[in-house]
């Protein structure tokens, strides 16, 4: 057989590479779209990327079977393609996702609620605290004296055990709900507050690079916190913690690495993470972005 000749074989290479270039270029099976060729972010809502989420690379999007979510003793990663939204319990014309429970070893649930026009809340069990934080959208908080707040995106509210409320919204909201059963203190009592983060004070973080603020008051009567928690990209948890404390996380902004015990999982926007007492745990910020996340701590009770 005659042997091919140089320019029949560098025909056929630059043919086999332009293959190839189609195949693993910018919209190839084993490419992950770039920051710089998505559309234009700055005109998107803040926090669009919790109410539309997208797999990276985006074609894994439909792959049949395919999810991030884990689910262990001591963590649970729970990723917005796996989330299964049904009607809440006493709420009207609203779908609810529920995403950390008792069920998992939790003493707190953590769910996201979907409210359309017309929507009104129910209320939590007696004896159950709330906050709610709002991620897209717009809802009215009025109590039962008739006074009424609109909150806004990045806006929350702290809802007593017991405090008569309703939730109502004219368009399409999206709510991060906690609630717990109130560990009581005698001669405390917690109080209704709203606000917003963009009026939170920077609090120190000795040791650490990372901007904390904080939802609710530091003091006694509150028996858990949420903090905003803001990583410039490159910047990473100092202390590698282990505590008695749990943690129940929303990433709202940005992408990263999260170590959970001995597993480590790529993380990004709208991911949510459930952590044990004593289970190892750091994260670091990567991509071209601001990670911010809202974190759930257990807070002034004694462990026993």
Known sequence: MENPSLPGLLLSFFTLLSVFNQVLGDEGFCSAPSILDQADTSSKPLYWKVTSPTLSPSHLQDLPGFTRSVYKRDHAL???????????????????????TPAMGSHFVMYLAKMQENSKSGLPPAGVERLIFVIQGAVTLTNSSGISNKLMVDSYAYLPPNFEHSLKCDGSTTLAIFERRYACLDNHITERIVGSTDKLPLLETPGEVFELRKLLPASMPYDFNIHIMDFQPGEFLNVKEVHY????????????????????????????????????????????????????????????
């Open 245 to 304: 404390n749990q943690h129940g996380l929303l990433l709202l902004e940005g992408q990263g690495i999260y170590r959970l015990g001995d597993s480590w999982y790529s993380v990004q926007a709208g991911d949510v993470i459930w952590m044990a007492p004593f289970v190892p745990q750091w994260y670091a910020a990567l991509g071209k972005t601001r990670s911010r996340y809202l974190l759930y701590k257990d807070v002034n009770r004694n462990p026993l």
């Open 78 to 100: 729970i990723t917005p393609e796996s989330h299964v939204f049904s009607p809440l319990p006493d709420w009207e014309n609203t779908l609810g996702a529920y995403l950390i």
